[in-house]
Structure formats: C-alpha cells, structure tokens
C-alpha cells in the first residue's frame, strides 16, 4: 500500500531555512504527482508547490515563488522542499499529499488519495 512520511518541520526565525522531505512508498515513486499543502488553525488547507507525474514540472503558489524549491530525488524515493527567506506567514501544518493518476490537478487538495501525517512548521517574528 501507498505510504507517505513527511519529516524535517520545526522552529525557525524570519529568515531562517528549513527542508522538508516527503518519501512515499509502495509503488513507482515517479507514478506519483506530488505536493504540499499547508493549513493554519482557521483557514483551509492551501496549495504550496507540487511536481508532476513522472518528475516533470514543478509548481508553486503565488506565496511561496522565488523562496521554496521543490526537487524530487527518484533514487529515494523522496521529495524535497527547500524553504528559505520564511516568514511568519509560513507558519502551518504542511501536508505532503501524492496521486498517481494519469491527471492530477496539483492545486487541488481533492485530486489526491494519499496523504502524510503532517508536520509542524513554526516561523517567529
């Protein structure tokens, strides 16, 4: 069965970096669409960034563009999310959600069946 672990949250100041790292098993990793997701207590869980089917292409929110940088890594079955220049405003669960459909819609967090556990990112000012 599909399996998904995220790891790599934590404290972080504005301005800090972290990595995140998703790892999905149980089939072909580059079968999967992958992405993150985030959501603060309140409001709903929001698209971060996402790599296509077969490790195309990449994407990401409007938020998160010229700071995060998502990578997939084939050999370990992983994906990667650099995050730098945080801010306050990162602060949230993010989620690491995967599909291997023919078509996902990556902004969307119903088109995908296969969701981490979460982990915490907390971003002080």
């Known amino acids: 069965q599909v399996q998904v672990v995220e790891s790599g949250g934590g404290l972080a100041q504005a301005g800090d970096s972290l990595r995140l790292s998703c790892a999905v098993s149980g089939r072909t990793f580059s079968d999967f669409a992958i992405a993150w997701f985030r959501q603060s207590p309140g409001r709903e869980r929001e698209f971060v960034a996402a790599?296509?089917?077969?490790?195309?292409?990449?994407h990401y929110a409007d938020s998160v563009k010229g700071r995060f940088t998502i990578a997939a890594d084939n050999a370990k079955s992983t994906m990667y999310m650099q995050m730098n220049s945080l801010k306050p405003e990162d602060t949230a669960v993010y989620y690491c959600a995967a599909d291997p459909a023919q078509f996902v819609n990556v902004y969307s967090p119903y088109a995908f069946d296969y969701w981490g556990q979460g982990t915490q990112v907390t971003v002080s000012s």
């Open positions: 790599i296509s089917r077969g490790a195309g292409s990449t």
